[in-house]
């Protein structure tokens, strides 16, 4: 398998949440569209910065029913104590076997500590199709809040049939 790209649809993950819950992506997206956000770690300070920027969105992304899910190789436990450090309510997923990593081609290869994830976010159709793609190995590539709000718009437009109201 390759990192997927836009137009296809993204593999539907199976792993374990930040409580140890196996989750699929598909029953996270719930359908809705879907921020889907590839991690190094808490221990990033470039990831920190973002994920609190994440966070900033959580409370339009509920209303506007469009979701946020963010994978690391992280164990839950460490997964669950980020998350309420950051106040965040998305769901965190926990690739800490790296059993996504490889098979999606998304491993950061200058890390040769932590094996971490390429930070990646994608932005997703309800039926996990890629709107676009955002290489983040340097801080500028990532997709920045405003980008994410417009693709949730257009990725809405596209799938709810009253959008433009009844």
């Given amino acids: 398998m390759t990192t997927p790209q836009r137009g296809e649809r993204f593999p539907d993950l199976d792993l ?3 409580t140890g819950r196996a ?7 719930a359908g809705d569209p879907v921020v889907l956000a590839f991690s190094r770690g808490w221990w ?3 990831e920190q910065r973002y994920l609190r920027e994440l966070t900033r969105l959580q409370d339009e992304f509920e209303v506007a029913y469009t979701r946020i899910v963010v994978v690391s190789v992280d164990e839950p436990a460490v997964q669950s104590a980020f998350r309420a450090g950051l106040g ?4 965190f997923l926990s690739d800490a076997e790296r059993r996504w990593l490889g098979r999606l081609e998304l491993g950061e290869t200058t890390d040769t500590t932590h094996h ?12 996990l199709r890629i709107h676009a793609v955002y290489h983040g190995y340097w801080y500028w590539g990532r997709a920045t809040m405003q980008e994410l709000r417009l693709n949730m718009r257009t990725i809405s437009r596209a799938v709810r049939d009253d959008f433009e109201g009844p």
Avoid: G, I, Q
Avoid at 88 to 91: L, S, Y
Avoid at 116 to 127: E, Q, S, V
């Fill in 23 to 29: 989750r699929t992506l598909s029953e996270l997206a």
């Fill in 116 to 127: 971490p994830y390429l930070p990646t976010t994608f932005t997703l159709h309800p039926d």
């Fill in 16 to 18: 374990p949440d930040h």
């Fill in 88 to 91: 965040a309510r998305f769901t």
């Fill in 44 to 46: 990033c300070p470039k």
